[in-house]
């Protein structure tokens, strides 16, 4: 069979941040897509620019940065929005796609939209023309396609194909679809539309996971003629997530005897810190069982399974941990490592970062050496994106001092400090009790910021190995009205760190009001 090359559309930053609590700064994303560029994906979806200025800008900034890979926007199939995305694109030039959507089921039809077939047909054709204006590729979604009258989606995709667009996405929207008969709907519509076997215009899937079968689903859609799989890392996304690009790449390269002559271009051994990053930058936590890039994904506890590993890895080892990533340790940094030390290790690491942020690292990167021996990339790791997850800071921690016990009451004296009138720093005292150290410590902090946040979720990780650890802290704050805002924080101190990440959240809770207010005092 000849050689396929299957596209790989990342969506982590646009469907991807979309899930509830996992929304990224304008640095967090730009962190995210240089990870994704020298993971060599083909497309970054980097945003939904019309959306609000903060998805614009990221758009634009990351349009503007990123080399490599092409760089989509989404779209809805209205003018304005088609307008957003291809002013935030413009810098990324003949690598700019906008992504067109529009939903084609009966369901979306009558009860969403309120429009009969052939209004949506004329929507489509419009949104990909205008499209077109802007950039030479261009994708179309018929939202909730897998539960869309196979005829009529034919009508839509032979239309848009006419219209301008290189790619039709078939989005498996709520995860509805179940693999033969998802692989079956491709090879009709690639049977039925002659653009897609000219290769004119291509086929993409964009599966959910409601079903646990979105990895299933898309591995069965190349097989009946899909060129594009749109997925995410850690296959985070809306409700139970996306499809999850290191499980589709893996499986196309492990079982490339079943899958042969398809290929992708991802460079495999930056999928575990990808994964890494995004964990951190999402704030969603990877669970330890999570195929390729789960803690315990190459564990081997049973004794049978180490002897057999011992004698030749492949009886119990499918892929190489190598190969996706894991094992890649270098020596630590301790307390006497210098400024060049620091800023070469984190150029190492990828990260880009001015002077003037190498400058703060490092006087943080001096306390944590101060409490602990060794300094590892891990450690140094939830310090960036600790520092890069900071917003304007409204509040921030000036002291802290904790009593507790088996027989005492928690109670957590606080000091915080915020910009005052005239550049004038103000200092704000309380103290409160709690159920425990972590709980008086958050109260204190609710008693003078007045934010009156209600934790929703909190975890704890040690980023490192030995009782020294830096702790990492990401917490869940609800602020009523939706707003459920993720904050981090590390710190080898487990309170201290926890501190952090409730002013962290409460400081973007800050930052995003501030903002909104912005938005709906103008015309
Ligand atoms: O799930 C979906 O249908 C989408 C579209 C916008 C492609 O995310
Ligand atoms: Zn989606």
Not at 428 to 433: G, K, L, N, S, V
Not at 454 to 479: C, H, I, P, W
Request: proline share 3%; with cysteine; hydrophobic share 40%.
């Amino acid at each position: 069979m000849k050689n396929q090359r299957i596209l790989i559309f990342d969506t982590t930053l646009r469907d991807g941040e979309q899930c509830p609590g996992a929304s990224m700064n304008l640095r967090q994303k730009l962190e995210v897509a240089r990870q994704l560029a020298r993971l060599k994906v083909d497309v970054i979806e980097a945003g939904f620019p019309v959306i609000s200025e903060g998805d614009f800008a990221a758009v634009n900034a990351i349009a503007k940065e990123i080399k490599g890979p092409m760089i989509a926007g989404l779209a809805r199939c209205t003018p304005k929005d088609i307008d957003a995305a291809g002013a935030a694109l413009k810098p990324a030039g003949k690598r700019a796609r906008i992504h067109v959507f529009l939903a084609t089921s009966k369901i979306h039809r009558e009860f969403k939209l309120g429009k009969a077939q052939d209004e949506i047909l004329r929507l489509a054709v419009e949104g990909v023309t205008r499209a077109r204006g802007y950039v030479e590729n261009v994708e179309f979604s018929p939202e909730d396609a897998s539960r869309t009258e196979p005829e009529f989606l034919i009508e839509v995709c032979k239309a848009v194909v006419k219209a301008g667009a290189t790619t039709v996405n078939i989005p498996d929207t709520v995860g509805w679809a179940v693999p033969d008969q998802f692989a079956a709907l491709i090879a009709q519509l690639h049977a039925a539309v002659p653009e897609f076997q000219s290769g004119q215009a291509i086929i993409s899937v964009h599966c959910h996971n409601d079903l646990g079968l979105a990895v299933a689903n898309s591995l069965a859609a190349i097989r009946a003629g899909a060129r594009q799989v749109e997925c995410t890392i850690n296959g985070i996304g809306e409700r139970a997530g996306n499809a999850s690009l290191e499980e589709i790449v893996m499986a196309l390269k492990t079982r490339a005897d079943f899958f042969a002559g398809y290929t992708v271009g991802v460079n495999t051994r930056e999928i575990v810190k990808t994964s890494r990053l995004v964990a951190r930058m999402s704030g969603l936590m990877v669970q330890r069982n999570k195929a390729i890039v789960g803690e315990n994904a190459f564990a081997h506890s049973a004794g049978i399974h180490q002897d057999g590993i011992l004698k030749k890895r492949e009886t119990y080892e499918i892929m190489d941990p190598m190969e996706v990533g894991w094992g890649q340790t270098e020596l630590p940094l301790t307390k006497h490592s210098g400024r060049a030390a620091v800023s070469a290790r984190l150029k190492h690491l990828g990260f880009k970062m001015s002077d003037a942020d190498i400058n703060s690292l490092f006087q943080r990167f001096k306390e944590i050496g101060d409490r602990k021996k060794f300094v590892y990339d891990e450690d140094l790791i939830a310090l960036v994106e600790g520092h890069i997850a900071e917003v304007p800071e409204t509040w921030s921690l000036e002291y802290l001092h904790v009593t507790t016990g088996n027989a005492t009451m928690p109670t957590a004296t606080v000091r915080l400090r915020k910009p005052g009138a005239k550049g004038k720093v103000e200092q704000f005292q309380d103290a409160a009790i709690g159920d425990g150290p972590v709980d008086a410590a958050l109260k204190a902090i609710d008693r003078i910021t007045k934010t009156g946040g209600t934790l929703m979720d909190y975890n704890l990780r040690a980023v490192s190995q030995g009782k020294d650890a830096v702790g990492e802290v990401t917490v869940k704050v609800d602020f009523g009205d939706k707003k459920v805002i993720t904050g981090k924080g590390a710190s080898t101190d487990i309170i201290e760190a926890s501190a952090r990440a409730y002013l962290n959240a409460v400081n973007r809770f800050l930052c995003q009001d501030s903002h909104r207010q912005r938005e709906s005092s103008q015309p």
